[in-house]
Nanobody, 124 residues
C-alpha cells in the first residue's frame, strides 16, 4: 500500500522560506511522477510542482517559478519542496501526490495517491 507523508509546514512571515518533505513508502517509485498541490481555504486544489522520480525532470506552476524548487532524494524515498520568498498568497494546505503518468499532469484527478497535507501559513 503506497503511503505519502508530508511534513515541514508551519507559520512564517512574508519573505521567509520553508522546506516541505514527502516520504513515500509501500511501492517502487522509479516510474512515478511526484507532485505538490496546494489548496487555500475556499479555493480549488491547484498544481504547484512535479518531478519525474527517475529522470529528475521538473515542472512548475507559473505562480511559483523562480521561488519554489522541487527535488528528490532516491536513497530516502523523499521528495522536497523548497519554498523561498513566501507571500501570504502562498498560504494553503500543501499535498504530496503520486501518479504513474509521465506527462506532468497539472490536474489532481490523474494522481493515484495523496498524502494527508501540511499547513503553510504566511503572515504579512
Amino acid at each position: 500500500q503506497v503511503q505519502l507523508v508530508e511534513s515541514g509546514g508551519g507559520l512564517v512571515q512574508a519573505g521567509d522560506s520553508l522546506r516541505l518533505s514527502c516520504v513515500a513508502s509501500g511501492g517502487t517509485f522509479d516510474t512515478y511522477t511526484m507532485g505538490w498541490f496546494r489548496q487555500a481555504r475556499g479555493k480549488e486544489r491547484e498544481f504547484v510542482a512535479a518531478i519525474r522520480w527517475s529522470a529528475g525532470r521538473t515542472d512548475y506552476a507559473d505562480s511559483v517559478k523562480g521561488r519554489f524548487t522541487i527535488s528528490r532524494d532516491n536513497a530516502k524515498n523523499t521528495v522536497y519542496l523548497q519554498m523561498n520568498s513566501l507571500s501570504p498568497e502562498d498560504t494553503a494546505v500543501y499535498y504530496c501526490a503520486a501518479t504513474w503518468r509521465a506527462d506532468f499532469p497539472t490536474l489532481p484527478t490523474p494522481y493515484n495517491y495523496w498524502g494527508q497535507g501540511t499547513q503553510v501559513t504566511v503572515s504579512s
